[in-house]
């Protein structure tokens, strides 16, 4: 099983006044290493997979440690747990070599964004996705 790690730059504007890392902003990095992790099957390769679009059903997230502005990126892995007819849920952690700051999970549902409606996950799509499988939670 592969994890896509993405590394992820911290924002001084990402601090709260507490002087760490803001809890909504970790579901912009999520979004950010989600949306690197999907589009690598689709466009450049000229598949359509993932193109037409996705949302977001639903978000899990584990405040493990707090997390304090710094010019070094943190890592964020990502894996799949679960591949549906028409969903799949990504785990994460984002994390540097000797800690965890965050563990998470977010359903995805592939969309259709002409139709306005839900759809199924492709074979191509499941294929990639299946690369990525982990059906084992994150060690706590």
């Not at 504007?13 to 690598?40: K, P, T």
Request: hydrophobic fraction near 45%; aromatic fraction near 10%.
């Amino acid at each position: 099983m592969a994890r896509h790690i993405y590394s992820c730059p911290l924002r001084w504007s990402d601090m709260d006044a507490f002087g760490h890392v803001n809890n909504v902003v970790f579901l912009r990095y999520l979004e950010e290493a989600r949306i690197d992790f999907m589009f690598r099957l689709a466009p450049g390769d000229g598949s359509p997979s993932f193109a037409g679009g996705s949302v977001v059903a639903r978000h899990e997230i584990d405040y493990v440690r707090p997390l304090v502005h710094r010019h070094a990126p943190v890592t964020i892995e990502s894996w799949v747990t679960k591949i549906g007819a028409a969903s799949l849920t990504i785990a994460y952690e984002i994390k540097d070599p000797e800690q965890v700051y965050v563990r998470a999970s977010t359903i995805v549902v592939p969309y259709d964004l002409a139709a306005e409606r839900p759809r199924r996950i492709t074979a191509e799509e499941k294929l990639f996705l299946q690369e990525y499988l982990d059906q084992e939670p994150a060690v706590a």
